[in-house]
């Protein structure tokens, strides 16, 4: 190699290397080798971020154009488009969650509201204090509290009459009978029992 080095200089020396220089331009051609130095190598980062800087360039030239007013629609249109795309799943899950199952859920619970605001005017307010105050100290004479409390909760485990069976699944619950009294006849049962 410095056998090869050695062999160029005096080559040059010898004005052989000169005809290298004319054949790029003379003079002219001399600096510019001598400005340009070593070629530098390909670096496809660089390369991206030089891209990337003239994308950002040519965005900032078509925003400009369209605060003047040019082909304003077509790009419009064109983002339209692509948040369409993008968002389309987006979409899907939000128009089921605002479409039918919203509505079937705000008709539920409508009418959940609509039930308990009668059973409050149904009731009237004295009833309703008195009967949350029914297991209260020193008035169990007066109403006999406790007792029907227990009555009404259906205090322990009920006895199983005849011929019933104990469903399945119910676990550590209470034992139930077949067919449940609606709260109406419970209620029933309660006045006769007082008279």
């Known amino acids: 190699m ?3 080095k050695r062999k160029v200089k005096e080559r040059r020396k010898q004005g052989e290397g000169e005809k290298k220089e004319k054949r790029r331009g003379g003079e002219e051609g ?3 080798v001598e400005k340009k130095g070593r070629k530098k190598k390909r670096d496809p980062g660089r390369e991206k971020k030089k891209r990337q800087r003239e994308a950002k360039k040519g965005q900032k030239r078509r ?6 007013g040019k082909n304003k629609g077509r790009r419009e249109q064109e983002e339209k488009e692509k948040r369409s795309e993008r ?4 979409k899907k899950k939000k ?4 479409g039918e199952g919203k509505r079937e859920i705000e008709r539920r619970s409508t009418k959940r509201n609509e039930k308990k605001e009668e059973g409050k005017r149904r009731k009237g307010k004295g009833e309703k204090m008195r009967r949350g105050k029914k297991g209260g100290k020193g008035r169990e004479e007066a109403e006999g509290g406790i007792e029907r409390k ?11 009459e005849e011929g019933e069976e104990e469903e399945e699944g119910s676990g550590n619950r209470e034992i139930r009978t077949k067919r449940k009294k609606s709260r109406r006849q419970k209620r029933r049962v309660s006045k006769e029992e007082e008279t």
């Open 95 to 98: 128009r089921r969650r605002e």
């Open 150 to 160: 227990k009555k009404r909760r259906g205090f322990g485990k009920k006895k199983m």
């Open 30 to 32: 001399k600096r510019r």
């Open 87 to 90: 968002n389309g799943k987006r």
């Open 63 to 68: 925003k400009e154009k369209d605060r003047r």
């Open 2 to 4: 410095k056998d090869k």
